[in-house]
């Protein structure tokens, strides 16, 4: 007759599903119950890794027919309770009172206009009727000022509960915060990434943006210091990447897409925006000139399993009101205005979708020179 203590002793050498402790120790065997030549068992399994599960169930076979009886038939009940990983003991940055949503405007290749992207983008929700604020986090090369006609505006000065802080430039309803209101326009920003890091927290903590539904953050290109310390500052929305269509601009696109992916990192993509998508000459209003490949981004998009927000059209006109500081989404009518409000209408649904089918976003803090590490945000 097989006893109770027998099936423990044969199993006193199994180790947990983990590999790490042994089965025994961990007062992983629940329950024994022995009915003539079958014991059936109630085992922990400390992993909820299919392979390790099953590694376990053999093992507890293979060490009862070797010590007990070979003929013996064994039945096993598998109970997971893997443990929870230990929350980290980090700080967070601190969600800014009154803004509803951070969006991270960013591109992975200098040069494929995605500060016009973002102004345009920053008009065009306003004119849907949202309160918007930028933030102009290009900090070696920052445009805003220009590209929103703000160049020889500074921002004020107000007290809220005893605090000094900054007042951002309003432009086309919309507010501005740049370095570039702090520097001549000759004068180049030669800042290592620390005292880069530190101008940029201050404009984005020490300014009172109000109530505001969207602050577009207008990053550098590439993945590097600005990007992380923003994610570090703030718990950001999502992230709209903006590309051009050529090869060239799709590889670093993707990079971007996979820097906010990073299991470290988890900002939701709201989707890509293709920029320079096509060129139509105003006498040939019907025809489509792919200069730099047709739909690239768009197909990335679908690659990377993420929202497609529309493509942009290569067209003299938004050069040009870039260049005098009136985007050109802000013209009264045609395909320039209504490309820029659908990929505006496009982000708003891809957030919508966000904020009600993916939980809060979690805050990062870099925390040594490995990497970064994440805390869930609290309500």
């Known amino acids: 007759m097989v006893t109770r203590k027998q099936v423990e002793e044969s199993l006193s050498a199994v180790a947990n599903a983990s590999g790490k402790g042994l089965l025994m120790a961990s007062e992983g065997l629940r329950n024994v119950q022995i009915m003539g030549s079958e014991v059936i068992l109630d085992v922990v399994s400390d992993s909820p890794v299919l392979h390790q599960k099953k590694k376990l169930e053999v093992e507890v076979l293979k060490a009862i027919h070797a010590r007990i009886d070979p003929k013996l038939k064994v039945t096993i009940h598998l109970i997971v309770e893997a443990p929870e990983a230990p929350e980290a003991n980090l700080l967070r940055g601190k969600a800014i009172p ?42 070696y090369g920052p445009s805003m000022p220009l590209m929103m006609d703000v160049v020889s505006d500074r921002p004020g000065a107000i007290e809220i509960d005893g605090v000094r802080k900054m007042e951002p430039v309003e432009s086309y309803g919309v507010k501005v915060m740049s370095i570039g209101f702090f520097a001549n326009m000759d004068q180049a920003v030669v800042w290592r990434g620390p005292m880069a890091t530190k101008a940029l927290n201050q404009m984005l903590q020490e300014t009172h943006w109000g109530e505001l539904d969207f602050l577009l953050l207008d990053l550098p290109p590439g993945t590097g210091d600005i990007h992380l310390s923003m994610v570090q500052a703030l718990p950001i929305t999502g992230a709209v990447v903006v590309s051009t269509p050529q090869k060239v601009a799709l590889a670093d696109a993707r990079k971007g897409v996979g820097m906010f992916q990073m299991e470290a990192i988890q900002v939701p993509v709201l989707g890509i925006v293709e920029n320079m998508a096509y060129f139509t000459p105003d006498e040939l209003p019907a025809m489509k000139y792919y200069l730099f490949g047709k739909e690239g981004a768009q197909q990335l998009a679908y690659q990377l399993e993420v929202p497609f927000l529309g493509e942009i059209p290569l067209v003299q006109s938004i050069r040009e009101a870039g260049d005098v500081g009136h985007p050109a989404a802000l013209q009264p009518q045609g395909p320039v205005p209504a490309a820029f409000t659908l990929v505006a209408q496009n982000m708003v649904q891809s957030l919508t979708d966000r904020v009600a089918n993916f939980p809060p976003t979690e805050a990062v803090r870099i925390t040594t020179m490995a990497g970064c590490k994440t805390t869930p945000r609290k309500a």
């Open 98 to 139: 009154g803004i509803a949503h951070v969006v991270a405007i960013a591109s992975g290749k200098g040069g494929v206009g995605k500060s016009t992207v973002t102004a345009n983008l920053a008009v065009s929700l306003a004119a849907m009727g949202f309160r918007v604020g930028i933030l102009d986090a290009d900090i």
